[in-house]
T-cell receptor
Framework: NAGVTQTPKFRILKIGQSMTLQCAQD?????MYWYRQDPGMGLKLIYY???????DKGEVPNGYNVSRSTTEDFPLRLELAAPSQTSVYFC?????????????FGEGSWLTVV | AQKVTQAQTEISVVEKEDVTLDCVYE???????LFWYKQPPSGELVFLIR??????QNEISGRYSWNFQKSTSSFNFTITASQVVDSAVYFC??????????????FGKGTKLSVKP
């Protein structure tokens, strides 16, 4: 069971560089999410998607972009990386947006912007 | 507004002690779900439990138990006979259960539990 797979696990970026965090799920879930976790804090929602071709902003979307061309993949794009984007990023998926079913998380991607 | 408060930032216990992690939530919704997640030092998030707002029965799973009290808006988590492997950060989270929730889990800041041998 692969579940939710994120790559890369670790990355160091220079200020102003761009990169894409990849996320794939093999559970045929319609709903996918990107969260960030800052040190000593809980997770905050960046973007979410309710299905292929549909995305929307979460609580902290500035500096990020997403796309959802397939049910399986939900990449997160960082444009012009800034030190404030140093964080741990978690991708998640579920088959029910109401919370009635478990939300499955990936293992996280540690990003440092220097 | 919705909010989850975990007032205990860090807790340190000795192995075999019982420990309770507190979670207090705020919501105006009558229907919602509460979660507990474990984040071990390796960093991944491990799902522990989900509880809906209409089910106030306490739950026990091995050494873990959860006490949900709507009257005090609390969803506390107790580990009985703690073990070193329980050392982790534990997060309580809340989600609305209606069409507009979009899966937005509201997380507390977490409680770091250290279990010493």
């Amino acid at each position: 069971n692969a579940g939710v797979t994120q790559t890369p696990k670790f990355r160091i970026l220079k200020i102003g560089q761009s990169m894409t965090l990849q996320c794939a799920q093999d559970m045929n879930h319609n709903y996918m999410y990107w969260y960030r976790q800052d040190p000593g804090m809980g997770l905050k929602l960046i973007y979410y998607s309710v299905g292929a071709g549909i995305t929307d902003k979460g609580e902290v979307p500035n500096g990020y972009n997403v796309s959802r061309s397939t049910t399986e993949d939900f990449p997160l794009r960082l444009e012009l990386a800034a030190p404030s984007q140093t964080s741990v990023y978690f991708c998640a998926s579920s088959n029910d947006r109401s919370g009635g079913n478990t939300i499955y998380f990936g293992e996280g991607s540690w990003l440092t912007v220097v | 507004a919705q909010k989850v408060t975990q007032a205990q930032t860090e807790i340190s216990v000795v192995e075999k002690e019982d420990v309770t992690l507190d979670c207090v939530y705020e919501t105006r919704d009558t229907t919602y779900y509460l979660f507990w997640y474990k984040q071990p030092p390796s960093g991944e998030l491990v799902f522990l439990i989900r509880r809906n707002s209409f089910d106030e029965q306490n739950e026990i799973s091995g050494r873990y138990s959860w006490n949900f009290q709507k009257s005090t808006s609390s969803f506390n988590f107790t580990i009985t006979a703690s073990q070193v492997v329980d050392s982790a950060v534990y997060f309580c989270a809340l989600i609305k259960n209606y069409g507009g929730s979009q899966g937005n889990l509201i997380f507390g800041k977490g409680t770091k539990l250290s279990v010493k041998p």
